[in-house]
């Protein structure tokens, strides 16, 4: 061998693995769906936090928005009636995977493809039919659960009356869907342990702000003592306009979240959202390295944290038990 051919043997494979590691990155392709959020806003500088946390997990996974990772966004609107359609709309563009957020969302998305990977932001998924556990999903949906089923509400009617005592008519906020199916089932069942009764304060399409002030003026008409707010997305595109209508009406009410409580409302107790969406983005990695959906564990909460306002709850006449700030993680003042 020459001087030169030797030379030649070295230069060829650095030469090689430069060029590779020049050619641009493939760029992976998925889908953001939300039931009634502008999709302006399902960015990480959309303002939400949970999206922001969303966007900084998967940059630090390696996926950076315009760069090697697409995203197309899509809202329901709050019009339930086109949830289906949208659903065929997403799936005919062909992400490689879509986020979904919303049991009912998720449901049609379910009809819509069984081969397309999809990770969801849901209640109970085997009460849903959306998978036979949580263990092993199967199909092609896997996902994140924010409620720990009838526990989790009896946590919610237990820390509402124990704020107020005398609390026995508490109005539920929830689209009508969600009160026919198990989520409404298991919180009635939950309010029905402890004596309380629960009134469906029920929102129909379109989910916009003239159907949360009719909902508010049917509970007014149902002498609801106090409130408990859902966890479906709607309810967080308009938790500014419910947190104030509550304190107009003078409602005690519990809140999903600790963003409704830092725009005004009595208290949250409910799953750390954030914590939730890294966990998605977790999942969407692993799918789009190559693992099935069905072989990834449905993620179920286990951080739950309660937030009080105490500025509300004055502003209400509420005086919060000793007991019930201590078992607060976080008390605004």
């Known amino acids: 061998m020459t001087r030169r051919e030797f030379i030649a043997g070295l230069l060829i494979p650095a030469m090689m693995r430069l060029a590779q590691a020049q050619q641009p990155a493939k760029v992976r392709r998925i889908a953001i769906v939300h039931p009634s959020r502008p999709t302006a806003m399902l960015s990480e500088a ?65 009809a819509a493809t069984t081969t397309i990977p999809i990770v969801a932001y849901t209640t109970d998924p085997v009460a849903l039919g959306l998978a036979p556990s949580l263990a092993r999903p199967g199909g092609n949906i896997t996902g994140v659960v924010p409620d720990v089923g009838v526990e989790f509400w009896d946590k919610q009617l237990q820390f509402l009356r124990e704020a107020v005592p005398t609390t026995s008519r508490v109005a539920y906020l929830t689209p009508r869907a969600l009160w026919d199916n198990t989520t409404g089932a298991t ?116 951080k739950f944290e309660l937030i009080i306002n105490l500025k509300t709850a004055k502003s209400l006449g509420i005086e919060v038990p000793p007991s019930l700030l201590v078992a607060a993680d976080e008390v605004i003042e």
Do not use: C, W
């Open 46 to 110: 959309g303002g939400i936090p949970n999206f922001g946390a969303f966007f900084k997990q998967l940059r630090l996974l390696g996926y950076v928005e315009g760069q090697n990772l697409s995203v197309g966004r899509h809202s329901g609107e709050g019009r339930t009636e086109r949830y289906a359609a949208l659903a065929r709309d997403v799936v005919r563009s062909r992400p490689e995977l879509i986020f979904v957020i919303s049991a009912r969302m998720v449901q049609h998305f379910k």
């Open 187 to 302: 919180i009635r069942k939950a309010a029905q342990q402890i004596g309380i009764e629960l009134l469906g304060a029920l929102l129909e399409s379109p989910i916009q702000e003239a159907e949360y002030r009719r909902a508010f003026t049917a509970i007014a008409q149902e002498r609801a003592d106090a409130l408990i707010v859902n966890d479906t997305p709607e309810n967080y595109a308009y938790q500014r306009l419910i947190a104030e209508m509550a304190k107009n009406a003078r409602l005690p009410a519990v809140y999903p979240n600790r963003s409704f409580v830092e725009v005004g409302g009595l208290m949250a107790y409910g799953a750390d959202s954030l914590d939730l969406f890294r966990r998605a983005a977790d999942q969407i990695d692993r799918v789009l390295k190559g693992t099935k959906p069905g072989e990834i564990p449905f993620y179920q909460a286990t």
